[in-house]
């Protein structure tokens, strides 16, 4: 609730932000049109809503943000977050003279706060104040621009309309910006003029020189009393780690080497960065993106407490199992717990989004296929490095794209081998008949492709193809990058078996009797055989079929 409040404050200081810039553009046309575009700024935020709104955002954003600081327990920010740190930090200098000077001074001295009171303060004053004015929105508007990327990145929409966000992003401040500066260039110009500056200061009703003065004080003590908040959200921080460790004391255990104790209160995200443990986490910690999943065990896991709405609804996204939480979201109590992060650090906004819920790992009946090119070493042999490389890409591709279009997921390539899944979220039924339909298409892409290069091979490709159904373990593995889904155990073993047997067989392809029933496909008019599979008891019964273009009329 606290983030979103955060950010909707964000957002309303955004928009007065936009309108404020739009307005400045007009300073392209005249001063007169500028002043003449005022009047329906004021409309928006010079009334008692607008009002209210506006500097209710201005306040709670400022104290939000100091709660986030002080709700931090490692300041390891990456090289964007401590921009926008920076940014928001300088915001306050910058920009309490210009809002005391204005909307302030207006109300207690009744200074008519316009384009030719502000404008005519920058010419009669140094470049310092110069500089200041115009750097103003260089700052706020950066800092904007950062916190709205990092809420917008993981929405599905983001990369389709940031061309047109990022076009926005600089038409507006640059309008705005150059606006404002034509604008100053003609007043500095009117000043030219005996007695102009004077007759504008009296027209904006200037107050005497006591009270200006008095602005100034006031600008001075609000920027105290923001570095004094400041300094203070920060020194509260260690007196908050004393009095948390009174309750008690949290251990995670990461791998066999590395481990954290951290007092209560801590989230487990939080206490990875403080143990300097790297640790996915493309939102920052809001617990919007899920890359910071971990699954959890040890003697205390029952102590959690259960997940909130929105971690639920994120956790539900991505298809996690009971023992998964998201990082960011959960904040042990004393305890003992093993963690084992299910991303790796340096996870994009890319894996923030499963498709697959069998990714954390679980059993599932799925078809699985096996193919090869036979005797591809002799068709190699005496071949340049770059055309057996062409070669094997156009070979990979088009079984690749047979695959695909039969609804399986490619798997890996092995060497000039290939092994594709069907079945990761259809039932095993259409998994089977999809696995026997991917092996009549590579057979069509296999002739079609030694047709297209019949001018380059002395003897056409010929491969083997194996097929087999039955119960697997499917899930994320590997390490870092070389991390994908895939699926173990027999019945993977048993498809490259039967892989193998085409040799044997002199058959394209080889399925099990298994996979066939499941498919509900009669083969009755090819060769059965009853095989046996190394390292598996009993014999397999399983069907030749010598071209597996020959399953075309089949259903």
């Known amino acids: 609730m606290i983030g979103r409040l955060r950010l909707w404050s964000g957002y309303v200081l955004f928009f007065y932000v936009v309108t404020h810039l739009l307005n400045h553009t007009l300073g392209l046309i005249s001063l007169r049109v500028l002043e003449a575009g005022r009047h329906w700024f004021v409309a928006i935020w010079h009334n008692p809503i607008g009002q209210t709104v506006l ?19 490692a300041l390891r920010l990456s090289g964007w977050e401590w921009a926008q740190w920076l940014l928001g930090i300088s915001i306050i200098p910058l920009g309490t003279l210009h809002v005391v000077g204005t909307r302030l001074a207006h109300e207690l001295y009744d200074i008519e706060s316009g384009y030719p009171w502000v404008l005519g303060s920058l010419v009669a004053g140094d470049w310092w104040g110069i500089a200041r004015q115009f750097s103003l929105p260089v700052v706020v508007w950066l800092h904007a621009c950062i916190g709205l990327h990092f809420a917008w990145r993981l929405r599905p929409w983001y990369r389709t309309w940031l061309p047109v966000l990022y076009a926005f992003a600089l038409l507006v401040p640059v309008g705005g910006i150059v606006g404002a500066a034509i604008a100053l260039r003609d007043v500095a110009d009117l000043a030219q003029q005996p007695g102009f500056l004077a007759n504008l200061f009296a027209r904006a009703n200037l107050p005497p020189p006591a009270d200006i003065d008095n602005l100034y004080v006031i600008s001075r003590n609000l920027q105290i009393g923001a570095l004094v908040l400041l300094i203070g959200a920060l020194g509260a921080r260690p007196l908050r780690d004393l009095w948390e460790r009174r309750a008690g004391v949290v251990r995670l255990d990461y791998d066999e080497r590395r481990s954290a104790a951290q007092p209560t209160g801590l989230t487990i995200l939080e206490m990875s960065r403080v143990a300097g443990i790297p640790h996915a986490s493309v939102c920052g910690g809001r617990g919007r993106c899920s890359t910071c999943r971990v699954r959890i065990g040890g003697q205390d896991r029952g102590k959690l407490p259960p997940p909130s709405a929105e971690e639920q609804k994120v956790l539900a996204r991505v298809g996690a199992p009971d023992n998964v939480r998201l990082a960011c979201q959960v904040r042990p109590p004393p305890g003992h717990y093993r963690v084992t992060p299910l991303l ?3 996870a994009g906004p890319v894996e923030a989004y499963r498709r697959q819920p069998q990714a954390h790992g679980g059993e599932r009946y799925v078809a699985v296929l096996f193919a090869d090119i036979r ?4 068709i190699s042999e005496g071949k340049l490095p770059y055309d057996v490389v062409f070669l094997l890409n156009r070979y990979f591709r088009a079984t690749g794209q047979a695959i695909e279009a039969a609804g399986g997921r490619l798997d890996k390539f092995i060497g000039d081998g290939v092994m594709a899944i069907f ?40 491969i083997g193809i194996g097929l087999h159904a039955g119960p697997t373990i499917v899930g994320e ?4 990058p070389a991390t994908h889904l895939t699926a173990i155990g027999d019945t993977v073993n048993i498809a490259s078996r039967l892989e193998s047997l085409t040799k044997e067989l002199s058959a394209e392809l080889v399925v099990s009797q298994e996979l066939l029933n499941r498919a509900g496909t009669d083969l009755t008019d090819h060769p059965s055989h009853d095989v046996e599979i190394r390292g598996r008891q009993g014999r397999l019964a399983v069907r030749a079929i010598a071209r597996a273009s020959e399953l075309t009329a089949m259903s």
């Not at 005797?375 to 002799?378: A, E, K, M, P």
């Not at 593995?477 to 870092?480: E, F, I, L, T, V």
Request: proline letters at 7%.
């Open 55 to 73: 500097y209710g955002a201005l306040l709670g954003h400022f104290v939000l943000a100091l709660w986030s600081l002080y709700r931090r327990r």
């Open 344 to 346: 790796p650090p340096a």
């Open 375 to 378: 005797g591809f070493t002799s």
């Open 423 to 462: 079945g990761l979220t259809n039932p095993p039924e259409m998994a089977c008949r999809q696995a026997l339909d991917a092996a009549r298409r590579m057979a069509a892409a296999l002739a079609d492709l030694n047709e297209a290069l019949s001018g380059d091979l002395e003897q056409p490709l010929r």
């Open 477 to 480: 593995m590997g390490h870092g």
